[in-house]
């Protein structure tokens, strides 16, 4: 069965940094794609970065240059290193994992079979 577990969330002020974690179980990271994605209130969900199985990254452009995905294949943990935090950050944040194989795929929600839970980040101003 697999498990993933998101950590790392809370409540910082403009331009504060964060560093979420995944740590998954049942799924080897090494084996497919994976992705963090949030949800706002009122929002739909929509993918942040995503990292395909042999390393290579995407992100929205809303976050480049601000955030940072990476994943430890040992330790079989996903982290997103989120830097200058802005109020429009804050959201409900989700890491997934897949099959899919395709780079421009990585930042659909579609594309993902198995979802965490998800950790809550506020951005005040």
């Known amino acids: 069965q697999v498990q993933l577990v998101e950590s790392g969330g809370g409540s910082v002020q403009t331009g504060g940094s964060l560093r979420l974690s995944c740590a998954a179980s049942?799924?080897?990271?090494?084996?497919?794609?994976m992705g963090w994605f949030r949800q706002g209130p009122g929002k739909e969900r929509e993918g942040v970065a995503g990292?395909?199985?042999?390393?290579?990254?995407r992100y929205a452009d809303s976050v480049k240059g601000r955030f940072t995905i990476s994943k430890d294949n040992a330790e079989n943990t996903l982290y997103l290193q989120m830097n200058s935090l802005k109020p429009e950050d804050s959201a409900l944040y989700y890491c997934?994992?897949?099959?899919?194989?395709?780079?421009?795929?990585?930042?659909?929600?579609?594309?993902?079979?198995?979802w965490g839970r998800g950790t809550q980040v506020t951005v005040s101003s």
């Open positions: 997934a994992a897949g099959e899919n194989r395709l780079i421009a795929s990585l930042l659909v929600p579609q594309k993902y079979a198995y």
């Open positions: 049942g799924y080897t990271l090494s084996s497919g794609s």
């Open positions: 990292i395909g199985r042999g390393g290579t990254t």
